[in-house]
């Protein structure tokens, strides 16, 4: 956005809030009842009744979270190799760092 579209919208975003405040204090009615039934839809949303609780999905959820928790005592196994360990050709081949 250039500087002149950039002042045009904070104008017209100015203006649109210099509106819902105004007709907030000439009616009120018009903004509780939405804001009302806006809030009992997301109290439901967050926090339903029991009756229409996804148990399974509550379960699987715990599970998923105690399966996190849990911690490895070892991040890596060494496994004993098959390689000879005499061999003069292993000694010229290892690295000093690994």
Do not use: C, W
């Not at 950039?6 to 009615?29: C, D, W």
């Not at 399966?67 to 070892?74: E, M």
């Amino acid at each position: 956005m250039n500087s002149r579209q950039r002042f045009i919208f904070y104008v017209i975003l100015g203006l649109i809030a210099i509106g819902i405040v105004s007709s907030a204090f000439t009616n009120p009615g018009n903004f509780i009842i939405p804001l009302l039934v806006f809030g009992l839809v997301f109290y439901l949303y967050k926090f339903p009744p029991k009756k229409y609780r996804n148990r399974k999905y509550e379960n699987v959820v715990k599970l998923q979270k105690k399966q996190k928790r849990r911690r490895r005592k070892h991040k890596f196994k060494v496994i004993d190799g098959n390689k000879n360990k005499n061999d003069k050709e292993d000694e010229e081949e290892t690295y000093p760092y690994h």
